[in-house]
C-alpha cells in the first residue's frame, strides 16, 4: 500500500514495501506504465522493463511553506532517508549513493536517458540514490528524496530494478 500524503513516516511499512518488490515479478518487456490511486489520483508506482519505481512515504504539500518552517520539512524528509537507510546498512551491508547531477543536466536537452533513469527524470526523482546491491535474486535497491516543485511535497521513493545501476553519463562530456 502506497501511504497518502502527509502521513506519519512507518519503518516497517517501508521495509515491508521494499522486501515485497524485491520478491515481485517485473515486466520482461514493454511500456513504462504508471498507477495511480483510483480515488486520490495520487501516484503509486511505476513499472517498467526490469524495474519498479514506487513511493514510500510524502510529505503535506509546501505550498506557503517557507524559512524555519521549510527547513523542519526537510530535515524531518532527510532522517525519514537517513533512518530507513541505516535500518537497510544493518541488513544488506553499507550503501553506497549513486549521484543523479547527469539527469539534472540533461533535463531539456532532448536526449532520452536509459531506463530506469528516464522514469527517475520524467518522476522528478532527481534526488541522488542511495544504492545497495546485488541482493537475491539479483536485484538492486535504491532510496531517494525528492521534490518536484517548491509548493510539491517531498517525497522518499524506491526504486528496484534487476539489473546494475550506473551513474547516468553526463551530457557535458
Not at 510524502?58 to 518552517?69: C, D, F, K, N, W
Not at 530506469?116 to 537475491?136: E, I, N, R, V
Request: with cysteine; aromatic share 8%; net charge negative.
Amino acid at each position: 500500500m502506497t501511504p497518502r500524503a502527509d502521513t506519519p513516516f512507518d519503518l516497517p511499512s517501508a521495509v515491508s514495501a521494499i522486501e515485497t518488490a524485491l520478491s515481485s515479478p517485473f515486466p520482461t518487456s514493454g511500456p513504462t506504465t504508471d498507477q495511480g490511486d483510483p480515488l486520490t489520483g495520487e501516484w503509486t508506482s511505476t513499472h517498467g522493463e526490469g524495474f519498479l519505481l514506487f513511493p514510500l512515504w510524502r510529505s503535506a504539500p509546501l505550498t506557503g511553506v517557507y524559512g524555519r518552517e521549510w527547513n523542519e520539512a526537510e530535515a524531518r524528509a532527510e532522517s525519514h532517508l537517513t533512518e530507513l537507510a541505516t535500518h537497510l546498512d544493518t541488513h544488506w551491508g553499507p550503501h553506497r549513493t549513486l549521484t543523479t547531477r547527469a539527469l539534472l543536466l540533461q533535463r531539456g536537452s532532448g536526449k532520452q536517458s536509459p531506463e530506469p533513469f528516464h522514469t527517475l527524470s520524467t518522476k522528478a526523482c532527481y534526488g541522488d540514490l542511495t544504492l545497495w546491491g546485488p541482493l537475491p535474486p539479483t536485484r538492486w535497491t535504491a532510496l531517494s528524496l525528492n521534490q518536484s516543485d517548491g509548493d510539491a511535497p517531498l517525497i522518499l521513493t524506491a526504486l528496484i530494478t534487476d539489473h546494475p545501476l550506473t551513474e547516468p553519463p553526463d551530457p557535458a562530456s
